[in-house]
Nanobody
Framework: VQLQASGGGLVQAGGSLRLSCAAS????????MGWFRQAPGKGREFVAA????????YYADSVKGRFTISRDNAKNALYLQMNSLMPGDTAVYYC??????????????????????WGKGTQVTVSS
């Protein structure tokens, strides 16, 4: 079972990137999923979460209106469209899944403790 994030890179402030998270080994269609990030010297923080049925999304205040989380359950994939990027968005971005509570409340996916399966991260660097 694996989650693999991709799509990171170096972009200028104001630019856009689209992160993808490919899930393999099992279906994640019944699980809430999310994106977290960790900047140098800081702890990992919540970015966005999406419910198993795509009906509900949550965003950190710092990215609201700029980032959009989505998923394609048929492809077993999770995405994060990031627009109007700022240097403060520079971090390693991780996708994660809540495997413990299938069909559960997506609110639990807004914290690290609510996620029990993590992929390797992808680096996003925004230059000023």
């Amino acid at each position: 079972v694996q989650l693999q994030a991709s799509g990171g890179g170096l972009v200028q402030a104001g630019g856009s990137l689209r992160l993808s998270c490919a899930a393999s080994g099992r279906t994640f269609s019944t699980n809430n999923m999310g994106w977290f990030r960790q900047a140098p010297g800081k702890g990992r923080e919540f970015v966005a979460a999406i419910s198993w049925n795509q009906f509900t999304t949550y965003y950190a205040d710092s990215v609201k209106g700029r980032f959009t989380i989505s998923r394609d359950n048929a492809k077993n994939a999770l995405y994060l469209q990031m627009n109007s990027l700022m240097p403060g968005d520079t971090a390693v971005y991780y996708c994660a899944a809540d495997l413990t509570n299938p069909y559960g409340s997506v609110a639990s996916a807004t914290g690290e403790n609510g996620m029990d399966f993590w992929g390797k991260g992808t680096q996003v660097t925004v230059s000023s």
